[in-house]
């Protein structure tokens, strides 16, 4: 095998689907779907500290996965190189901001907003799509991202403010699949790069915490402790899914996967934590369906075109 042949294997096609890619972009987004009743047992854990402990367990976790793997290489090869390293700084920024975010979300019953924000998100990457790679889009798509765009326009109107927690939430997941998706790296040596370049901060605050007395392993219980461990593979799984679909799968295929995850997360606002949903918030979120339904199926007509040619 030639060395071409070989970077073609590594970096798949953006315009190919393939049943693995297709696979774990549906695990992860499942799996970040039911992940506010994990965190919700946790929200009694400082947002900071809670962010350290998920960059410093999901490192270490990441690390002996890779490890295990044989494939420690692949990592210092991707941050032994400028650019990828660089790259790999900004989605650790990214990700670091987006779970900060997510986490006061969930511990301030911010929920419905943190849905919403995941369901802008897959109209985001059609965005990124058309600016970053110029991915065209039909008149029905644009149709989709006008509507979407209106309803945040609306939530933003009735509210007096705008969302400023849903457009924080999709922009920094959005910027991070976009940045994943061009560092030349795979998905699991690039989890782990990535938290690596943070976890002499994470791990140093932590430990910070803990002799000052005030960190959340020392002053809580064994099942808190135990949460907070488990942080490490449920941070690193969906995150490595994540990155295998986005460098599989193009990111039109991704924005109508997406979202699976807001839809329950919305259930788990609604249903379990009894978070208010009523009036505007029923109108805009309709409007964001409407957008979504309208791209669904546009995608699926696009979908059978192509299989009968």
């Not at 095998?1 to 549906?26: E, F, K, Y």
């Not at 932590?206 to 000052?212: D, F, N, P, S």
Request: proline content about 5%; overall charge positive; aromatic content about 12%.
């Amino acid at each position: 095998m030639n060395d071409s042949s070989r970077v073609a294997d590594a970096t798949p096609a953006a315009s190919r689907i393939d049943g693995r890619g297709l696979s774990a972009a549906l695990t992860a987004f499942f799996m970040w779907g039911l992940f506010p009743l994990y965190m919700k047992f946790l929200q009694a854990v400082p947002v900071l500290q809670f962010t350290a402990h998920r960059m410093a367990w999901g490192f270490l976790f990441g690390f002996g996965w890779l490890a295990w793997r044989g494939e420690t290489r692949q990592m210092w090869q991707a941050l032994g190189d400028p650019q990828t390293r660089l790259k790999l700084c900004a989605s650790a920024a990214l990700i670091a901001t987006n779970w900060s975010i997510f986490m006061w979300g969930i511990a301030t019953n911010h929920v419905v907003e943190i849905s919403l924000g995941y369901f802008i998100g897959p109209l985001l990457n059609v965005a990124l799509g058309v600016v970053c790679f110029r991915e065209r889009l039909n008149r029905v798509q644009w149709l989709s991202v006008t509507i979407a765009a209106a309803a945040v326009l609306y939530l933003t109107w009735t509210a007096g403010r705008p969302p400023y927690v849903s457009i924080a939430i999709a922009l920094s997941f959005g910027l991070y699949g976009l940045v994943r998706k061009v560092a030349k790296v795979e998905a699991l040596p690039g989890f782990t790069g990535e938290t690596l370049l943070l976890f002499p901060l994470a791990a140093g605050y932590v430990i910070w915490c803990e002799l000052a007395g005030v960190g959340a392993m020392s002053q809580s219980s064994l099942g808190i402790d135990m949460l907070l461990l488990l942080g490490g593979p449920l941070t690193a799984v969906p995150l490595v899914l994540f990155a295998v679909g986005a460098r599989r799968i193009p990111l039109f295929t991704i924005g109508l996967l997406q979202y699976i995850a807001p839809s329950l997360q919305l259930a788990c606002a609604v249903l379990i934590f009894h978070e208010p949903f009523s009036g505007p918030r029923v109108i805009g979120f309709a409007m964001i369906w409407t957008a979504l339904a309208v791209f669904a199926l546009d995608g699926l007509r696009i979908a059978r075109r192509r299989a009968q040619i």
